[in-house]
Nanobody, 122 residues
Framework: QVQLVESGGGLVQAGGSLRLSCAAS????????MAWYRQAPGKQRDLVAR???????YYADSVLGRFTISRDDAKNTVYLQMNSLKPEDTAVYYC????????????????WGQGTQVTVSS
């Protein structure tokens, strides 16, 4: 019912920047919140940043001050601006959204994107 497509990943040297995008499409009433997670090989998937419909943001301590999450409601898109990238930021980055899909229910469903690879070289 909701599809998420991430883009913007790639290979960058330490200290560089990347901007990830995640566009939502499909049948839904509204997006409650969108978030970015990342998962390195052999590690769990961890929350990187989250933004609510009220523009309240959360950042993991490891990225605070370096990453910025934002959203464009008109485009149903969330962005992750990543600056001062470090090798430890290397991971597959996943977009997640919580969206309302039924007009008769206030419940939200969670959807995941396919992931985009971010590789930071030293």
């Amino acid at each position: 019912q909701v599809q998420l497509v991430e883009s913007g990943g790639g290979l960058v040297q330490a200290g560089g920047s990347l901007r990830l995008s995640c566009a939502a499409s499909g049948r839904f009433l509204s997006i409650i919140a969108m978030a970015w997670y990342r998962q390195a090989p052999g590690k769990q998937r961890d929350l990187v940043a989250r933004i609510t419909s009220g523009r309240v943001t959360y950042y993991a301590d490891s990225v605070l001050g370096r990453f910025t999450i934002s959203r464009d409601d008109a485009k149903n898109t969330v962005y992750l601006q990543m600056n001062s990238l470090k090798p430890e930021d290397t991971a597959v980055y996943y977009c997640k959204t919580d969206a309302r899909i039924r007009p008769w229910s206030s419940d939200s469903n969670t959807y995941w994107g396919q992931g985009t690879q971010v590789t930071v070289s030293s």
